[in-house]
């Protein structure tokens, strides 16, 4: 294989690469958002520089993923905390758990998404809809919504998901530095909200030492959405180079 040839290959494995190098469309994404506020402490804690917090407020996500070009269903969780670079308001992502290997790759490789394996799951239940994720063989989040209980304005649900989003990317290098060491920009542009409902909800989050969601604890349910979209993921760009300074 030359060189030409390993330059055309998007990743490793180089005869059978870890996922394909296509921009995946998502049809009939279904979101459960709660947003809760939790402690400052903990939120500073865990945000990087130069991104500023306002408020201690969380948003734990689930997305149930109907159809995804090159990808297929798939379902992932995780937890975005509202930030503020300079002026621009936006989301840091701060975990991501899901259970599909190649977009989890591919999130981590080709862009910087904090994607790791887990086991979440999003079905409507005696009236709920029920959003959960295990890592390994137990539980560490629960969330429950009631099922449509009132309908939410569409442009504002549009919104609440294309707000810019902020992530971590991380190159380890062959010694104690790393290679790349950068913040990420990246924003949904091309979305259509199919439905959107709201309505009380509830969340639990339990200690885990490698999946700890309860490091940032729930104080109050602040709201909730129940939100379903066709989208495309927009280019990452990098904003902040922490290797310069």
């Known amino acids: 294989m030359n060189r030409e040839q390993i330059l055309q290959s998007p990743t490793t494995p180089l005869t059978a690469p870890a996922y394909a190098a296509a921009v995946p469309r998502f049809t009939d ?3 459960l958002n709660v947003v809760y506020r ?6 500073r804690a865990v945000v990087p520089e130069p991104l500023e917090i306002d408020e201690p407020l969380v948003r734990f996500e689930i997305m149930k993923m109907g159809e995804v070009t090159s990808f297929g269903p798939y379902v992932e969780c995780g937890q975005a905390i509202p930030v ?7 989301e840091y992502l701060h975990a991501m758990y899901l259970d599909n290997f190649a977009a989890t790759a591919a999130g981590r490789e080709a862009s910087a998404y904090p994607k790791v394996l887990g086991s979440p799951a999003l079905f409507p239940d005696q ?4 959003g959960t994720l295990d890592y390994g063989t137990q539980r560490v ?4 919504m009631g099922y449509k209980h009132h309908p939410m304005d569409l442009e ?8 810019p989003s902020f992530m971590l ?3 380890p290098g062959y010694g104690r530095e790393p290679r790349v060491c950068e913040l ?3 924003q949904i542009t091309d979305i259509t909200v199919k439905e959107a409902h709201t309505g009380p909800a509830r969340l639990q989050l339990f200690e885990h030492v490698l999946a700890p969601l309860a490091d940032l604890p729930v104080r109050e349910v602040v709201s909730a959405s129940h939100v379903v979209t066709d989208l495309t993921l927009g280019a990452a760009t990098p904003v902040h180079d922490y290797l310069a300074e």
């Not at 939790?38 to 939120?43: K, Q, R």
């Not at 009236?127 to 029920?130: F, P, R, W, Y």
Request: charged letters at 30%; a positive charge; hydrophobic letters at 40%.
């Open 184 to 186: 990420i920009r990246s």
């Open 169 to 171: 990317k991380i190159v």
């Open 29 to 31: 994404r279904e979101y």
């Open 127 to 130: 009236g709920a809809l029920v």
């Open 156 to 163: 504002r649900a549009k919104a609440e998901i294309t707000v």
């Open 141 to 144: 989040a629960t969330a429950t």
């Open 84 to 90: 503020r670079l300079g002026a621009e308001r936006g």
């Open 38 to 43: 939790t402690d400052p402490e903990a939120l």
